[in-house]
């Protein structure tokens, strides 16, 4: 996956390769938790080795996901989701039925996947939170009236300040007191992989 600022759309054949539940898990999980196992994702998920095994090598075969390089063994192969935007061509008329198809799988995944990780840290204990982390997320909802031409201002605007934002915290992931967030339209700090079980890596 090349990382420009663009961004890489997912062709056809990508978008049919990704489109199982099962494997958007993993691939969010990539993007979550940074280099996995089949064994360790395998755990997280209550799959087996070798059904993970599978989805991964499917994954990799449309360059989603990569080996990651000088890391693991033959039989323990560490995998990551190359860094970089995906974008997520949404299902249309001008698609074949098999792709349209595979385009609302994708897509509804995704978009299951980022409610229920809202929902998990709405729903967190105060006591499974470190004190320094509680007051620091944000879920904000704001009502506007705008034109189209203002949306796509206030669209660019929120862009350009994410990318900036990702720019300027890049590479610090195994700096002490950092913790992986997910930055939305809210902004909320996710479990930590280490509570269960899992290294926080990037």
Request: hydrophobic content about 35%; charged content about 30%.
């Given at each position: 996956?090349?990382?420009?600022d663009?961004?890489?759309?997912?062709?056809?054949?990508?978008?049919?390769?990704?489109?199982?539940?099962?494997?958007?898990?993993?691939?969010?999980?990539?993007?979550?938790?940074?280099?996995?196992?089949?064994?360790?994702?395998?755990?997280?998920?209550?799959?087996?080795?070798?059904?993970?095994?599978?989805?991964?090598?499917?994954?990799?075969?449309?360059?989603?996901?990569?080996?990651?390089?000088?890391?693991?063994?033959?039989?323990?192969?560490?995998w990551?989701?190359?860094?970089?935007?995906?974008?997520?061509?949404?299902?249309?008329?001008?698609?074949?039925?098999a792709?349209?198809?595979?385009?609302?799988?994708?897509?509804?995944?995704?978009?299951?996947?980022?409610?229920?990780?809202?929902?998990?840290?709405?729903?967190?204990?105060?006591?499974?939170?470190?004190?320094?982390?509680?007051?620091?997320?944000?879920?904000?909802?704001?009502?506007?009236d705008?034109?189209?031409?203002?949306?796509?201002?206030?669209?660019?605007?929120?862009?350009?300040?994410?990318?900036?934002?990702?720019?300027?915290?890049?590479?610090?992931?195994?700096?002490?007191?950092?913790?992986?967030?997910?930055?939305?339209?809210?902004?909320?700090?996710?479990?930590a992989a280490?509570?269960?079980?899992?290294?926080?890596?990037?």
């Amino acid at each position: 996956m090349t990382e420009n600022d663009e961004g890489r759309t997912l062709d056809a054949g990508a978008l049919k390769a990704l489109a199982h539940p099962l494997r958007v898990r993993i691939y969010d999980l990539l993007s979550e938790r940074g280099p996995q196992t089949a064994s360790t994702l395998a755990a997280i998920i209550g799959e087996t080795s070798g059904a993970t095994s599978y989805h991964l090598r499917a994954l990799a075969a449309k360059d989603l996901i990569r080996e990651v390089p000088d890391r693991g063994t033959a039989r323990e192969r560490w995998w990551e989701r190359p860094k970089g935007r995906i974008n997520l061509p949404g299902p249309d008329d001008t698609m074949s039925p098999a792709n349209r198809a595979a385009a609302q799988i994708v897509t509804s995944e995704f978009f299951r996947l980022r409610h229920q990780t809202l929902m998990d840290y709405l729903n967190r204990p105060t006591a499974d939170q470190p004190e320094e982390w509680r007051d620091a997320g944000l879920v904000m909802t704001t009502m506007l009236d705008l034109t189209p031409e203002q949306m796509l201002e206030v669209r660019q605007e929120l862009s350009d300040l994410v990318d900036a934002v990702v720019e300027r915290y890049r590479g610090q992931e195994s700096q002490p007191g950092t913790r992986r967030v997910s930055l939305r339209a809210e902004i909320f700090d996710l479990p930590a992989a280490g509570s269960r079980g899992v290294p926080n890596q990037e």
